[in-house]
């Protein structure tokens, strides 16, 4: 991979220098449909600084990565360009008519939905791009999760969606779907080291109590959609991104670390003022 400077980041587009939570969050949905890429056409729609369109050929797809943005797309054509079977093109990705139908077996679509005004009209496009037998996967925010019960309104996205009515417009579109939730999780993993396979057993804690499955409210939803019912058969149940450098975990130990610093500082400087306070 060639030396080029990398974006700056503006909290509008991720890049892949940035760590801890969204660098999971981002990754893990590239994780999820990279084992589908392999000998496919894809198209990865908003692509961004373009890591995401490299990971999907670097595992054996023809890769196509169109962003509306011609700083990043520059970017992507010279920080990639090492990378065989990617190609980058600065387009609109709710006006993409300039595609011939049914071109692509696997379009992605992460981190663009909530970005756009005309969502059904990007969707329609989708529709007509993907090839029989062709996968969807588009993500998006949960607007009930990730903004009313934050109280936190990002000033990129201009059209969140609640779950219905993200379910909706997939619906009006794709006969077959399936529809995954995302969150970042503190989880205690515990996994075999043998070479034997058996089921997952999965349990969350609520409190005290254990209950069966995991059920929290996701912060997003993955849709994949399909014309037709037997492309989903292939997708996992349960997807786990694993980071070996435990990057979230990591800096939760420094802000604890410094919370224990700041609490003993100010506990001196308390002692002090009550030792000046005293009479000699």
């Not at 995401?52 to 797309?73: E, F, H, K, P, Q």
């Not at 929290?216 to 037997?230: D, K, Q």
């Amino acid at each position: 991979m060639a030396h080029v400077p990398v974006l700056e980041f503006t909290g509008e587009r991720y890049t892949p220098e940035r760590d801890r939570e969204i660098a999971q969050e981002h990754w893990h949905r590239y994780a999820f449909a990279r084992p589908l890429a392999s000998g496919r056409r894809v198209l990865d729609a908003a692509c961004g600084e373009g890591y995401g369109s490299a990971m999907m050929a670097a595992a054996g797809a023809s890769v196509l990565g169109i962003d509306i943005g011609a700083d990043v797309v520059a970017h992507a054509r010279a920080r990639y360009a090492a990378v065989p079977g990617v190609a980058f093109e600065q387009a609109d990705v709710t006006a993409l008519d300039h595609l011939p139908d049914a071109s692509f077996d696997l379009v992605l679509s992460f981190e663009t939905l909530e970005h756009v005004h005309e969502q059904e009209r990007m969707l329609d496009g989708f529709a007509r791009l993907l090839a029989p037998g062709g996968l969807l996967l588009v993500s998006t925010p949960d607007r009930h999760t990730y903004t009313d019960l934050t109280g936190v309104e990002n000033p990129h996205h201009v059209r969140e969606l609640y779950r219905p009515e993200f379910e909706a417009m997939v619906a009006a579109r794709f006969p077959a779907r399936r529809l995954f939730g995302q969150k970042l999780l503190f989880t205690s993993l515990m996994w075999a080291l043998d070479d034997r396979v058996s089921p997952p057993q999965l349990a969350s804690l609520d409190g005290q109590a254990i209950r069966p499955g995991i059920t929290n409210a996701p912060m997003y939803y993955v849709a994949a959609c399909a014309r037709e019912p037997s492309t989903l058969d292939a997708l996992p149940a349960l997807s786990v991104l694993g980071d070996q450098a435990e990057g979230v975990y990591e800096e939760y130990r420094r802000e604890v670390a410094n919370y224990r610093r700041a609490m003993a500082h100010i506990a001196h400087l308390e002692a002090e003022i009550q030792r000046l306070k005293s009479p000699a």
